[in-house]
């Protein structure tokens, strides 16, 4: 039986940080060392104060649909069409996209809460995925 | 110092379009653009002194500008890819004014190729439109989010969870496309009507767009000649004066409040061009999506945040409709050319030559290229007189 077709994402070193916590079952987002505003994706300078220090910080995991779509064709053997592609408001602030599971993708609504799940690919890379909320 | 009515618009050339194998690349499409629009123009190859190229999906290729430049033995004073995405085709057209009227050049060919489609491989497994827009983009591919369709149905998404748009209304939008495209000989769609049960009916691409909320794939080439508004005079064709040029970037992301890069482009063309929006007679607008036409109508003015949809469905867009927009189809129904293909279309509807479809008062017209999930904007108001 031929091994299950992944993509597993590139580890940059800007990213790192990102999946080190995941690979904890974290999740995490980069957190301005100057004012302490949160942001994601990674992005080099603070866009509150312009501070490019910054390092970060775990977040709860929780948040809401902000928008999503149903991708109805699978680019790459990783992904089974229908899948729902989403880009969660985490309760802390910052948005991210990221896949719903654990839910027909046909059920999917913006506003509904989720929370963060951990897809393990391999021994270096763990990638957060959303649920809907307990 | 504005460049109103400097220069103009002398040479228009538009090859086949859509799945023609005339040239194995992209280049060949554009070398046969410039061709057709030096003949257009009444112009020699000899008399372009600027060359501005813009490849689509095969800008990886490399720098097409050397190549073209190379391959077709010109002499130049400018020569320069550009490449600002969708909306590139606005922002050469502005940079051959700005340098015809700054001295540095003067006829430059604004050039735009394609060629994403490759002839079908017996036993072939790949291949295709959807092998060449899917392409990756860093972390967000991890979740299968390849090409432009997610991005664009994430706006759709969230305009109708904050407004209510409707499918109906994004519909709405295919349908009065087609109509045009059925009274335009060179759409890809020319022969095929489209009603709204036929769009309800086709297939999902990524929720909540469905086949007919994107744009066509197209291989073919689009060139724009720009020289000074005196020498165009003298040119085969009348000239179409370019009034007012401008960008706007928006820092995005798009998805978060709806905003776009087309209120700071209006601003700059409108301003150079001294018009209003109600002076605009017609209006070709970047239409990679329904959505993003919905998104522009809102930009421009034309109705307010939020009523595009609305807007959409109840004014008649389509052929016969109280404002001519997307006369010739569009990238939806027509061909996808990326900006060059409100641009061409802007030309001809200027310059009268739109058949079945043309636009009664077309003194003024508008040209609007967007990228970046409207976040990057270029615009051309266009014009029979200076």
Redesign the interface.
Known sequence: MAEEAK???HVSSE?KPFFDAARNHQLAVQKCDNCGALRF?AAPMCLKCDSTRSSWVTVSGRGKI???????????P??KA??A???VELDEGP?M???IVGIEPSKVR??MPVQVMFDKLNEDVT?P?FRPAD | MSLRGKTAIAGLGITRMGKNYDHSNALGFAAEAISLALEDAGLKRSDLDGLLVTTGVSYRDGLASFALQDSMRLTTRLLADVNAGGSSAGTAIAIAAQAIVAGTANVVACVFGDAPLKPPVAGAKSGGAGDAYGTLRGLDSAYGAFGANWVYALLAQRHMYLYGTTQDQLGAIAVAERQWANRNPLAQFYKEPLTLEDYHNSRWIAEPLHLYDCCIVSNGGVCVIVTSAERARDLRKPPVYILGVGQGHHPGPTLENLDTGIPIAKETAFRMAGVELKDIQVAELYDCYTITVLLSLEGYGFCKKGEGGAFAAQTRLGHNGSIPINTGGGELSSYYMWGMTPVSEAIIQARGEGGERQAPKHDIVLASCQTRNLSTHSVVVMGTNP
């Not at chain 1, 928008?67 to 790459?76: F, G, L």
């Open positions: 993509l597993i994402p990213l994706p902000f928008s999503y779509t149903i991708m109805h064709r699978a680019y790459h990783a992904f229908p899948y592609l989403a880009v948005k996209t990221s896949n913006c506003g990638l995925r």
